[in-house]
T-cell receptor, first 113, second 112 residues
Framework: DAGITQSPRHKVTETGTPVTLRCHQTENHRYMYWYRQDPGHGLRLIHYSYGVKDTDKGEVSDGYSVSRSKTEDFLLTLESATSSQTSVYFC????????????FGPGTRLTVT | GENVEQHPSTLSVQEGDSAVIKCTYSDSASNYFPWYKQELGKRPQLIIDIRSNVGEKKDQRIAVTLNKTAKHFSLHITETQPEDSAVYFCAASISYGQNFVFGPGTRLSVLP
């Protein structure tokens, strides 16, 4: 499982509240990603990081921010949660130099009521 | 940007038969094509991948073929088993460590 954990695994929150999801990896991988998964859309990239304090936007970044102050942690924040952000969120990592593969964490199911 | 289409969206086969899932991509610069299997409630798991300098790759009962000219690639599963039932996702990527674009997924059901 490439040493990836996500917390929390499940969360229910109310519209308008801020939410932070955490991705933690134990193997010092440089690249980390946040995806959301919704029926009929596959996985869509929200933000990614290519090193400490180096991040960039993905396909569906509106309403989300990220931070990476340590190699092992990549945080995803929903600044003011909306019902359209109800989804399953997956973190992923890429392996070392020369490797393209991405490996996913166990996911966080977020419900915004 | 890149766009990945995937067909069919659902596929039912009898145990022991073969299953084929096809994906097309739009950006000719894409050079890496992974396939993921996702069981219900679980994370996507990489099952096979292919790079643009290779036309075909096999791993036991699964194989992937790539046609760069036509910009499509396919997943082939032979001798299907009930445990192959899952959602399968294809993806295309242009450069290392950057953006994967995923297809919408195919739900495969293997009937006993």
């Amino acid at each position: 499982d490439a040493g990836i954990t996500q917390s929390p695994r499940h969360k229910v929150t109310e519209t308008g509240t801020p939410v932070t999801l955490r991705c933690h990896q134990t193997e010092n991988h440089r690249y980390m990603y946040w995806y959301r998964q919704d029926p009929g859309h596959g996985l869509r990239l929200i933000h990614y990081s290519y090193g400490v304090k180096d991040t960039d936007k993905g396909e569906v970044s509106d309403g989300y921010s990220v931070s990476r102050s340590k190699t092992e942690d990549f945080l995803l924040t929903l600044e003011s949660a909306t019902s359209s952000q109800t989804s399953v969120y997956f973190c992923a990592i890429s392996l070392g130099t020369g490797a393209y593969e991405q490996y996913f964490g166990p996911g966080t199911r977020l419900t915004v009521t | 940007g890149e766009n990945v289409e995937q067909h069919p969206s659902t596929l039912s086969v009898q145990e022991g038969d073969s299953a084929v899932i096809k994906c097309t991509y739009s950006d000719s610069a894409s050079n890496y094509f992974p396939w993921y299997k996702q069981e219900l409630g679980k994370r996507p798991q990489l099952i096979i991948d292919i790079r643009s300098n290779v036309g075909e790759k096999k791993d036991q009962r699964i194989a992937v073929t790539l046609n760069k000219t036509a910009k499509h690639f396919s997943l082939h599963i032979t001798e299907t088993q009930p445990e192959d039932s899952a959602v399968y996702f294809c993806a295309a990527s242009i450069s290392y460590g950057q953006n994967f674009v995923f297809g919408p997924g195919t739900r495969l059901s293997v009937l006993p």
